[in-house]
T-cell receptor, first 114, second 109 residues
Framework: DAGVTQSPTHLIKTRGQHVTLRCSPI?????VSWYQQVLGQGPQFIFQ???????GRGNFPDRFSARQFPNYSSELNVNALLLGDSALYLC?????????????FGPGTRLTVT | GEDVEQSLFLSVREGDSSVINCTYT??????LYWYKQEPGAGLQLLTY?????DMKQDQRLTVLLNKKDKHLSLRIADTQTGDSAIYFC?????????FGSGTQLTVLP
């Protein structure tokens, strides 16, 4: 079975632009979470979606938004990009929602903001 | 919020055991995970332990949990060069995982 897939793999944007990152969960998984990993640090939680509804949100500004589609894939949108948004963005999927205990991560999207 | 601390670096000789330690602050964490990250890659789920367990063994991996001291450790037996990576401890809160800064494991030949 395919694991969690993310696109694109790499992305370079300019300050002030917006970006859309995409994630497809493992088949049968209904929950998707997004994390930001700045170089040299551990991942930080941004959002969790389950059954197309936001179930959790981390300490990120409103420039960050996300949604989940009927096929359980998800998009993360970031507006008005700042240099500090440069990071690896990771998507994780789990079978159930907040109570699920196994989260599998995708390879990530490396975003560079210049 | 949850705070997770790990030592930044660990070096071991090939064939020796590695022990990576982690301390956390949220005593309500229900599951505690170990992830492995190789350079330029995503996170690989290695193993996890429920908060009502003291120990879990999974092939070369042994997880020990001291809930009273909020201390978690991962032991890798017979460490190989392919084990060189960053290892993250991640307790699970109500909605999300909280990660430490990771421990860079270097396996020397």
């Amino acid at each position: 079975d395919a694991g969690v897939t993310q696109s694109p793999t790499h992305l370079i944007k300019t300050r002030g632009q917006h970006v859309t990152l995409r994630c497809s969960p493992i088949s049968g998984h209904k929950s998707v979470s997004w994390y930001q990993q700045v170089l040299g640090q551990g991942p930080q939680f941004i959002f969790q979606y389950y059954e197309k509804e936001e179930r959790g949100r981390g300490n990120f500004p409103d420039r960050f938004s996300a949604r989940q589609f009927p096929n359980y894939s998800s998009e993360l949108n970031v507006n008005a990009l700042l240099l500090g948004d440069s990071a690896l963005y990771l998507c994780a999927s789990s079978r159930l929602g907040p109570s699920s205990y196994e989260q599998y991560f995708g390879p990530g999207t490396r975003l560079t903001v210049t | 919020g949850e705070d997770v601390e790990q030592s930044l670096f660990l070096s071991v000789r090939e064939g020796d055991s590695s022990v990576i330690n982690c301390t956390y602050t949220d005593s309500s964490s229900t599951y505690l995970y170990w992830y492995k990250q190789e350079p330029g890659a995503g996170l690989q789920l290695l193993t996890y332990i429920f908060s009502n367990m003291d120990m879990k063994q999974d092939q070369r991996l042994t997880v020990l949990l001291n809930k009273k001291d909020k201390h978690l450790s991962l032991r890798i037996a017979d460490t190989q060069t392919g084990d060189s990576a960053i290892y993250f401890c991640a307790p699970r809160g109500a909605r999300q995982l909280t990660f430490g800064s990771g421990t860079q494991l270097t396996v020397l030949p």
